[in-house]
């Protein structure tokens, strides 16, 4: 099969390592723009912590986008619809999907990735619990919590990333359809 970007034959194997490579940027965008990555020591969550609920979470999180390092995810109430883009250039990757919340404190993005490799489904999670008013964050199945909204705001909450604007359609609609080229003769 030729890929429409190089023009070249790929094998199966090779269009699942260009996806690989495209995922794993973007969910390494994710990590590393949560404050996790950059703690000097490893966040406690205390004993008595509990886990936030659905609603609780919907409520964080509905109609928000949420702003990486190289792009953003968007959660929309409507249908639930998430929608992201992240990279640049020819790296950039989109997604559409939805957004899911559970009583067991569970964020998850459901989404198809689209990447010059082909579109692919994933699915990333984030745990959450809370104690006095501090809410705690860790990246399924293996992150380390870390406080993603203080009690006491601060400047470096991660919290601070979600945003009631819509940061991600009008990208999104430009990568879908792009302009054409108008040739006059």
Not at 11 to 30: D, P, Q
Not at 73 to 89: I, Y
Not at 114 to 123: C, E, L, N, V
Not at 125 to 137: A, E, I, L, N, P
């Amino acid at each position: 099969m030729k890929t429409s970007y190089t023009n070249q034959e790929t094998s199966g194997h090779g269009r699942f390592h260009g996806w690989f490579r495209g995922v794993s940027c973007i969910l390494a965008g994710l990590v590393l723009s949560s404050g996790q990555v950059w703690a000097t020591e490893q966040t406690v969550v205390p004993q008595n912590a509990r886990v936030m609920t659905g609603v609780e979470l919907y409520t964080l999180y509905r109609d928000k986008s949420w702003r990486w390092a190289d792009g953003a995810g968007l959660m929309q109430d409507d249908g639930r619809t998430f929608k992201a883009v992240a990279g640049s250039g020819a790296s950039t990757t989109w997604a559409e999907g939805r957004w899911i919340v559970t009583d067991s404190g569970k964020l998850c993005f459901k989404a198809a990735w689209h990447t010059q490799a082909g579109t692919f489904p994933d699915k990333t999670c984030f745990s959450h619990k809370t104690h006095d008013g501090t809410v705690y964050q860790k990246k399924e199945p293996s992150g380390d919590w870390y406080v993603f909204k203080n009690a006491e705001p601060t400047d470096d909450d991660e919290f601070n990333k979600l945003v009631r604007e819509d940061l991600v359609s009008a990208e999104l609609e430009a990568m879908q359809d792009p302009p054409q080229d108008k040739h006059v003769q």
